[in-house]
């Protein structure tokens, strides 16, 4: 087989969840699978983190916006190389095109009520050509791809996907996750001192920042500890609003946001914590969440959407809408010595279940069976 797989974004400097995901798929496709020819299709960026081998061709295609570029440039260029099935990995896919469609819809939170108070133009821009696109070429595809048994259960219920068409494979980890001993103290480039917690928010509602931050000033309200905060991916004016308007002076000191933080020292940073919130209102995998426990650092998890289902039965699960429910699980993890201690080994051996190479060998699997289908 030819097999297009579309990762627009993987060349950017700063990546984010889906580049993630469908870079390591490539990857992994890359050393496991020695008889199919693959094309992969990107965006000019300054990070090659692909290269192109006897059997992975990397297409660069240089057209300015994303619409364009997807559903333009790729459907043209896929079907220059002769590509058997074309692959779309992150929610949209061309709505011309006469390929046999692979597509992955990591969730449909595009269809779900909006947030009024979300006011990134990227992001609202992004939920509107979603809403737009999805819908169009749900019926084309020869396969939907979803991350979790929570997101497809919910794309079967609400958009009426017949079973057989939609296909669940979870997300893995990188192996650099894991237990290590910080001796670069890399640590130190984003904070004074080990055992912080740290936290993935940003302006996106569904991250639940104001609620945690709201938890985070009641855990030092009681805390005799009172562990710094380490935040990315936040601006100071967001901050300052929140502040403002939850009256939690008490945490302006004790926050650290040194923006983004670059992959490679994430294993360093979940190491060098003290515990993890990841406490979003809604997430259909949650990366960070595996990542984490494969370092062993104990986690405070909601119980909503995929998370119980990726934590596991043992996991610290909360109520996301509740701070003080967070609150209380940092104090218990602060206090009890044994209950965090079987929180590190509860993640170190639930990681375990997760890998990039089961991922891309399903993924294999499916190409075949829509080869095999034609």
Known sequence: MKIGIEAQRIFRKNKHGMDYVVLQEILQLQQIDHQNEYYVFVKPGPDRCVEDSSRVHIIEI????????????????AK????????CTSNTAPIFCDIPLVLTLHDIIFLEPRDKQNRSLYQNMGWLYRRLVVP??????ERIITV???ERNNIIKKLD????????????????????????????????????????GNTDPKKNTERTLVAYSKYLERSEVKRPLLMADLDQEYLNGIISRNHIENIREKIFMPGYIQNKDLPYIYNSAFAFLYTSLRESFGIPLLEAMACGTPVVTSNTSSMPEIGGINAILVNPERADEIADMLIKLEQDATFYQQQKEWGLARATLFSWK?????LLELYQEVKGER
Request: hydrophobic residues 35%; glycine residues 4%.
């Open 80 to 87: 220059q190389v002769g590509v058997d099935i074309l692959h």
């Open 358 to 362: 089961f991922t891309a060998e399903q």
């Open 161 to 200: 996907i017949p079973e057989r068409r939609i296909k669940m494979i979870y997300n893995g980890y990188n192996e650099w996750f894991r237990p290590l001993s910080d001796d670069q103290e890399v640590y130190k480039k984003y904070m004074p001192e080990k055992g912080f917690l740290f936290f993935l």
């Open 62 to 77: 240089n057209t300015p916006s994303y619409p364009l570029w997807e559903q333009f440039a790729l459907p043209r260029a």
């Open 136 to 141: 169009r070429i749900l019926n084309k595809c």
């Open 148 to 150: 979790s048994e929570f």
